[in-house]
T-cell receptor
Framework: NAGVMQNPRHLVRRRGQEARLRCSPMKGHSHVYWYRQLPEEGLKFMVYLQKENIIDESGMPKERFSAEFPKEGPSILRIQQVVRGDSAAYFC?????????????FGEGSRLTVL | QQPVQSPQAVILREGEDAVINCSSSKALYSVHWYRQKHGEAPVFLMILLKGGEQKGHEKISASFNEKKQQSSLYLTASQLSYSGTYFCGTERLVGSGNTPLVFGKGTRLSVIA
């Protein structure tokens, strides 16, 4: 059973470009969570999605950031017009049901560098 | 609201014990503990649920004081492989529906020979 798959693992963008990060949850998991991690810091919650629905986006910046989890295909975190402050590791996690039923399974992360 | 972890960092010799604490200002439904090694994904250790149920790692124990909104992770007879950053993640107690995990800033544990 494949784990949570994230791609790309590393992404380099110039200021003003767009970054698209993809996450395929574990088979049978319908809950997806995106977290951002800066060097030497914790995991900052961004958005929680279920299939075709955004459940909680309280951690998402109001501008330039968007996320989706379509009926078919991976979840996508999209960052438009990237700035240097967007450089970070972005982790995706999935669960079969809500977090109170068990663990989150994390992907290896996508490391974004903005030049 | 982000939970607060303490200590921020700790260094142990093999075989020593450590306690990592996590506290929240909000009523909690569950507390999770994860360990992350440098450059890797966080890995699940333990979940503690309101009401006392626990699921997790056999060699690691934890407690959850619901009234105080606090949890502690107990690492006994530490091994080199225990090194990493430990995160607690808290799930708020709300009327209905699922809420995401909010993680603390982490506790960096270094075990030396």
């Amino acid at each position: 059973n494949a784990g949570v798959m994230q791609n790309p693992r590393h992404l380099v963008r110039r200021r003003g470009q767009e970054a698209r990060l993809r996450c395929s949850p574990m088979k049978g998991h319908s809950h997806v969570y995106w977290y951002r991690q800066l060097p030497e810091e914790g995991l900052k919650f961004m958005v929680y999605l279920q299939k075709e629905n955004i459940i909680d986006e309280s951690g998402m910046p109001k501008e330039r950031f968007s996320a989706e989890f379509p009926k078919e295909g991976p979840s996508i975190l999209r960052i438009q017009q990237v700035v240097r402050g967007d450089s970070a590791a972005y982790f995706c996690a999935s669960s079969r049901q809500g977090v109170n039923t068990g663990e989150l399974f994390f992907g290896e992360g996508s490391r974004l560098t903005v030049l | 609201q982000q939970p607060v972890q303490s200590p921020q960092a700790v260094i142990l010799r093999e075989g020593e014990d450590a306690v990592i604490n996590c506290s929240s200002s909000k009523a909690l439904y569950s507390v999770h503990w994860y360990r992350q090694k440098h450059g890797e994904a966080p890995v699940f250790l333990m979940i503690l649920l309101k009401g006392g149920e626990q699921k997790g790692h056999e060699k690691i124990s934890a407690s959850f004081n619901e009234k105080k909104q606090q949890s502690s992770l107990y690492l006994t007879a530490s091994q080199l492989s225990y090194s990493g950053t430990y995160f607690c993640g808290t799930e708020r107690l709300v009327g209905s529906g699922n809420t995401p995990l909010v993680f603390g800033k982490g506790t960096r544990l270094s075990v030396i020979a």
